[in-house]
């Protein structure tokens, strides 16, 4: 850890820290030290963005309110405390009335204003208590008690009020939770995948059972981090996740020890109490296997997990390797070989280290076979792919070997071009996934093990949109979906919930959230990770980008990348620890994007870009 900065107070009263120390810099007009309440206030801002850029080994501290501190100031210099990195808010709450103090629980929620909260003060009375002081802004998002984010745009306005408490100002009504600007959000959060296993109903596959899934939340960068990770964790899924995920951990399992960390060899052993004390070892290894991918969440390689009950007997241990039985990314295909569809239709594929794409085996790649519009590779260990016909009527599956057959069309549909078939999708479990674009009969549909009849699919709240596009992720229980209104597409996460018995269950997509709220159009969508998509769109009035997005809403940490226009497909590898290219269909041709270099064309010609998946 790198040493501590602390800001100091001028003994005239201004809050700032010296620039030698990255410091912050907040507004004369409103932290002045005043000799007196004025009867009327300007709006101005608590600034304390230019931390943004600090250190993120360095700690930044509050600073304590000083005698005959005046009410703007005190509101003030309390913001300015809960961006600090106080592990309780200490020095916050010491701006705070004693009933104030026994009530407020910063962790309830936090809201994300665009910029700095902006204060005034106005007089609304005789009395010299009489004051108001109104909190403003720009809200762009919330995060609720259990870290989830949520993007959420509204104008912002809230009041705190101000009473003596032994001859000194201190607030004794304020908001719920923290109030603070994007910038401070983004230095002082980070986001971690926690992991659950999905939940795929009675009639889900066995091999279903231990498919991690990933929750996206926002914790303290730089409180206990190991720890906070841990005890967010035992909170159990978010909200969102919860109908379709589930943990190992028994009701009422807590961390024993204060304080949390890996040793030397960056093995992590973790005390629980009695809720977890009788566990079997297997229940115990789902537990430890849950534990380690979300403590990996910190860019650590967890070499193993050891589980203990609270008087520190052992219950399991899990190294890496063996938690690879429970990975939260069934693919088994090579990681750095893409597919896409050439200049005759027919299925080719390429690796990171060739320059020239290859016809697959199997009808797909044959000259006498179908010709394809698009394209989807199975991400089991069987060789298989799904291709639309070029008309967009029929769905096919074959295998991807020498002499395989084609069979008969898995799915026919009325209609071409924008009216047929969606690109088709696996899931980890199996099961291929379409759209029928039919303008009268809209539909979603599943193939369960790929070639079983087609099943349509509920998905309520399209509020008289139509699937033009979709992308499932490999644990089966989270879907993205394009969904095109009118002239406008946009891009949505669906929740995938299974229903009935193991006889015919009955599928869902419920609760679609947007997750790319800011851009007026979307043209395509591909998973780049456990909570990570590839987007192409466009803001209002500007030009095609091409970005990362967390499935929560969140703009991802993931680097820039180099601009691009006129894409249409895009495809990206969801295994986080192997660095592939991205491929994306543009101006008629793909292109492709090795790490450390810019975008180069692979052929004028092709179309419908894909990994597995």
Known sequence: MGAERRRHRPERGARRRS??????????????????????????????????????????????????????????????????DDPDYATARLYLAKSAKRKWEPGSVTTVLAGPPQVSVERTGDRAEDYTVTLT??????IDAKHAYKPDERPYQTQIHMAREDGEWRIDALPP??????????????????????????????????????????????????????????????????PVASTAFPTGTQVVDQRL???????????????????????????????????????????????????????????????????????????????????????????DGENTARRVPGPFGADNGVQLKSVAVDRGTAPRAAGVAANGQALYVAELESGAPLGDARLTVRGSGKTGLTPPSWDGLGDLWVADQDPDRPRLLRLPGGTGAPEEVQVPRLDGGRITGLRVAADGVRIALLVTKGDRTTVKLGRVERRGGAG??????????????????????????????????????????????????????????PGITGVRGVAAPENASKVSALVAERDGGIVRLLPDTNWKLVTKEGSAPVYPG
């Open 261 to 351: 960390s890996l040793d030397d060899s960056n093995a992590l052993k973790v005390r629980l109490n009695k809720a977890a004390s009788a566990t079997s070892q297997d229940l115990c290894r789902r537990m430890a296997a849950q534990l380690l991918y979300t403590v990996q969440e910190q860019s650590v390689k967890v070499s193993q997990v050891t589980l203990q009950r609270e008087n520190g007997s052992q219950l399991c241990t899990l190294g890496r390797e063996e938690a690879r039985s429970y990975t939260h990314d069934p693919s088994s295909g090579p990681p750095d070989r893409q597919y896409f569809v050439d200049a005759q239709h027919r299925m080719v594929s390429l690796a």
């Open 504 to 561: 015919k269950p009955s599928l869902s997509v419920q609760e679609l959230r947007s997750v790319a709220p800011r851009l007026e159009q979307v043209d395509a969508v591909s998973w780049a990770g456990g909570s990570r998509l590839l987007v192409a769109g466009n803001e209002q009035g500007g030009l095609q980008l091409l970005q990362y997005i967390e499935t929560d809403g969140s703009v991802s940490n993931a680097s820039a990348l």
């Open 19 to 84: 620039a030698g120390l990255g410091a912050l810099a907040l507004s004369g007009a409103l932290l002045a030290g005043c000799a007196s309440m004025p009867d009327s206030g300007e709006v101005t801002e608590v600034d304390s963005s230019r931390r943004a850029d600090a250190d993120s080994q360095v700690r930044v501290y509050g600073v304590a309110p000083h005698k005959g501190e005046q009410p703007q100031e005190l509101v003030a210099g309390f913001l300015e405390a809960t961006t600090s």
């Open 177 to 242: 939770g923290v109030v603070l600007g994007n910038a401070d959000f983004q230095r002082i959060y980070r986001s971690v995948n926690k992991y659950y296993f999905a939940e795929l109903g009675a009639g889900g596959p066995d091999r279903g059972r231990n498919v991690l899934v990933a929750d996206p939340v926002y914790l303290r960068k730089r409180i206990d981090p190991v720890t906070s990770t841990v005890k967010a964790l035992l909170d159990g899924p978010t909200s969102w996740l919860n």
């Open 137 to 142: 802004g720009k809200q762009i998002a919330r």
